[in-house]
Nanobody
Framework: EVQLVESGGGLVQAGGSLRLSCAAS????????IGWFRQAPGKEREGVSC????????YYADSVKGRFTISSDNAKNTVYLQMNSLKPEDTAVYYC??????????????WGQGTQVTVSS
């Protein structure tokens, strides 16, 4: 059974850092791109960062460029999102998804349960 599990969220002060992990089971990252998405209360879910397991190409939303870094460990079927210089605007539930097309939630085959990130001012 395909499963994605996010971890690493928590409460942090503005300017701090967190590292999120997305661990996959039931399939290999080789066949998918992995995307991080987030949803704040009252707002639409938005793409944050994505990585292609096949060629390592990455995508970052303009709002997180220079602050967030996505990486993957294909041997562990795990994708990480290093978040630095966090801002209150980053507060959201963060989800990872396995997608057939890069950063395309419409092609997601699986979603994690989400992990809460709260950044205090």
């Amino acid at each position: 059974e395909v499963q994605l599990v996010e971890s690493g969220g928590g409460l942090v002060q503005a300017g701090g850092s967190l590292r999120l992990s997305c661990a996959a089971s039931g399939f290999t990252f080789d066949d998918y791109a992995i995307g991080w998405f987030r949803q704040a209360p009252g707002k639409e879910r938005e793409g944050v960062s994505c990585i292609s397991s096949s060629d390592g190409s990455t995508y970052y939303a303009d709002s997180v460029k220079g602050r967030f870094t996505i990486s993957s460990d294909n041997a562990k079927n795990t994708v990480y999102l290093q978040m630095n210089s966090l801002k209150p605007e980053d507060t959201a539930v963060y989800y990872c998804a396995a997608t057939l097309l890069m950063c395309s939630p419409q092609t997601a085959g699986s979603w994690g349960q989400g992990t809460q990130v709260t950044v205090s001012s």
